[in-house]
């Protein structure tokens, strides 16, 4: 069964950090794309950042530069490094796996980051 | 504000259909034919419903289709279940790798 399951979310100050976890099974994340994408509390879904299965990397221009993504091959295991975190990065991330590029199946189950002093 | 624009609320009886719009640009929408369509339950992650403009994946009913004309996709779900009650969100490749998807603001879809 194709599964992803995020951890390593929880209530950090303004400015700390914060590594969050997407463990991949039923499929290798380096053969794939794979992207976060987080969901602030009642609110909609934007995309946040894609490594590519050569490994180049984007993101949003609200993140960048102080987001990083990357991944274990050897533990097929997505992570996104949180720096400088703003109040305005609370939200559920998830992690999805990019089939086809463009659109996302599985998504994980998600990761609540609260930003909050 | 969303990139793209979906009506917030849409609603319909069992049994009956409903379609949801999702407007774009040339940019967006109207550039490629990338749009997919997801559903998401209260509390849950959400689930690609269509990819491709018209693409179903895999387990996804065939009440739901979807299509594009211009600028505007849109996602139509055929004889409504109660279980189609949920929050829909359209999304569409940007055109460049540094805004790689944008997503709609979500449809709260209502079975009556």
């Known amino acids: 069964e194709v599964q992803l399951v995020e951890s390593g979310g929880g209530l950090v100050q303004p400015g700390g950090s914060l590594r969050l976890s997407c463990a991949a099974s039923g499929f290798t994340v380096s053969s794939n794309y794979m992207t976060w994408v987080r969901q602030a509390p009642g609110k909609g879904l934007e995309w946040v950042s894609v490594i590519y299965s050569g490994g180049s990397t984007y993101y949003a221009d609200s993140v960048k530069g102080r987001f990083t993504i990357s991944r274990d091959n050897s533990k097929n295991t997505l992570y996104l490094q949180m720096n400088s975190l703003r109040a305005e990065d609370t939200a559920v991330y998830y992690c999805?796996?990019?089939?086809?590029?463009?659109?996302?199946?599985?998504w994980g189950r998600g990761t609540l980051v609260t930003v909050s002093s | 504000q969303s990139a793209l624009t979906q009506p917030p609320s849409a609603s319909g009886s069992p049994g009956q259909s409903v379609t949801i719009s999702c407007t774009g640009t040339s940019s967006d929408v109207g550039g490629y034919n990338y749009v997919s369509w997801y559903q998401q339950h209260p509390g849950k992650a959400p689930r690609v419903m269509i990819y491709?403009?018209?693409k179903r994946p895999s387990g996804v009913p065939d009440r739901f289709s979807g299509s594009k004309s211009g600028n505007t996709a849109s996602l139509t779900v055929s004889g409504l279940q109660a279980e189609d009650e949920a929050d829909y969100y359209c999304?569409?490749?940007?055109?460049?790798?540094?805004?790689?998807?944008?997503f709609g603001g979500g449809t709260k879809l209502t079975v009556l």
């Open positions: 491709e403009v018209s």
């Open positions: 999805a796996r990019d089939p086809t590029p463009f659109w996302f199946d599985p």
């Open positions: 999304s569409s490749y940007a055109g460049s790798n540094n805004l790689y998807v944008v």
